[in-house]
């Protein structure tokens, strides 16, 4: 008997062992890549900040722009998030309140396993070709309920915001499909990666990734303990 | 069943195999983690009602989110919330692995009845698996609590009405369950290892980012 039981043991033990090691191979060598550019501690001290070059790229879409540049606000977020749907009015409350003092930027970073959500960066990214980037950003979290975390396609949902916007709608087809478009979503969850972003969405004040919940009351404090340096 | 009677007559002196001794134990133990995930998602499902705006403690980010996995209408399969199915189900499991351990013995149709149960905990378990990675694309980590004891339950139940001839088998077959019952933990730990790296596979990309 106890023979057999060890031979029931060393099997199992191999078993984990061998698909364990597999997995932290795989593991291992996929993060290699995007560990490199990850936020580092700064050399001057402080709070770990991570490179502004590729936290904000020249084309990065500002919501809001500061007379002196003083403090920037990097949000990533998937456009069918609830958490970020959640952090949307406190977020929009914040740009009210802060429109010239502080820079607002809003970065894609859609999560595969939301059916919808690089569809809606898409759209978003389309309507902004039109000027229509804030309202069809605005669009899709008011409507998130109606169409968020659902496994079918929305392609008629968005369209049909296209329409309610006023866009043209072959210029905003044309653009929507455009492999282009598709580049531009994904070059930013790219950046995002690269930065350590974990998940949806992620604040960046100044460089340095917000820790606390992104509730209005947080986020307000933080910008305010930037602005008062 | 004559196959069953002659089993469970043989006056055999050979001690009771590993699994079916650790059957009560892990009814009792692992019953009781099913109840009280079963339970805090109750509880945050009727916070939920209460306040659409209320966030769970699951909720932790878009992967790991109690909040999206149960407002999603596969959390309601029968048409009321699931996790009443684990109140009554894991209460029911936990009172017999407690009820064995205090000397209890039981009739054939009695382990039949915990067969036919934990079938159905296991199918319901694998769809709802399927739903969340596939289909919802979040992860809720008391629901994975269910699926993790759901998996031992299930498959020592089975060993035990299998070794005690509860469940009928072909004289031929005797030898492959006997296999079975001493391989236990190969089978349960290729089961977990299947259900791991389904997990692993569908949120690749956000596993490769946290680790």
């Not at chain 1, 062992?17 to 597999?22: E, G, I, K, Y």
């Not at chain 1, 079918?152 to 210029?171: E, I, K, P, Q, Y």
């Not at chain 2, 079916?20 to 079963?38: C, H, Q, V």
Request: with cysteine; hydrophobic share 50%.
């Amino acid at each position: 008997m106890a023979t057999k039981i060890t031979s029931n043991t060393k099997i199992t033990l191999i078993v984990l062992a061998v698909v364990t090691a597999v997995v932290a191979i795989l593991v291992l060598t996929n993060r290699a890549d995007t560990r490199s550019t990850a936020a580092s501690a700064d050399p001057g001290g402080g709070q770990p900040t991570v490179p502004s070059s590729v936290l904000v790229r020249p084309d990065s879409h500002r919501l809001s722009t500061a007379a002196d540049g003083k403090v920037t606000v990097v949000e990533f977020l998937d456009l069918e998030c609830e958490a970020c749907g959640a952090a949307f009015p406190g977020v929009e409350k914040l740009r009210a309140e802060y429109a010239d003092k502080v820079t607002f930027v809003m970065r894609y970073f859609p999560i595969p396993s939301h059916r919808n959500a690089e569809l809606a960066a898409r759209a978003v990214e389309a309507a902004g070709q039109q000027g229509q980037l804030e309202p069809m950003y605005r669009k899709m979290y008011e409507t998130q309920p109606q169409w968020g975390d659902q496994a079918v396609s929305h392609v008629d949902t968005f369209r049909g915001f296209a329409r309610d916007l006023g866009l043209d709608m072959a210029r905003f087809e044309a653009a929507w499909n455009d492999p282009a478009t598709t580049a531009r979503v994904v070059a930013d969850r790219t950046d995002g990666t690269a930065l350590g972003v974990r998940g949806t969405p992620t604040f960046f004040i100044n460089g340095a990734q917000f820790a606390g919940r992104p509730s209005y009351d947080g986020l307000k404090a933080a910008i305010d303990a930037e602005l008062a340096k | 069943m004559s196959a069953s009677a002659e089993a469970g007559a043989t006056p055999r002196a050979e001690p009771e195999p590993f699994p079916a001794r650790l059957l009560p134990w892990l009814l009792a133990g692992g019953g009781a983690i099913g109840l009280f995930a079963a339970l805090v998602l109750i509880i945050e499902k009727i916070a939920l009602l209460r306040d659409p705006g209320y966030v769970p403690s699951c909720s932790i980010n878009p992967v790991l989110s109690c909040g999206s996995v149960m407002s999603t209408p596969q959390a309601e399969a029968f048409g009321f919330p699931n996790p009443l199915w684990g109140i009554t189900g894991f209460a029911v499991v936990t009172t017999i692995g407690v009820a064995v351990l205090a000397g209890g013995h039981f009739a054939r149709w009695f382990w039949l009845g915990l067969q036919a149960g934990t079938l159905f905990g296991i199918v319901f378990v694998h769809w709802l698996i399927g739903q969340s990675l596939y289909e919802i694309g979040a992860l809720c980590p008391y629901c994975m609590a269910v699926w993790a004891v759901m998996i031992p339950i299930f498959w020592y139940t089975t060993l035990h009405n299998l070794h005690h001839g509860h469940l009928p088998v072909p004289a031929s077959w005797r030898p492959s369950v006997q296999l079975l019952v001493r391989y236990h933990t190969v089978v349960l730990i290729v089961w977990y290892l299947a259900v791991a790296l389904a997990v692993l596979q569908a949120f690749w990309t956000y596993w490769i980012t946290v680790l």
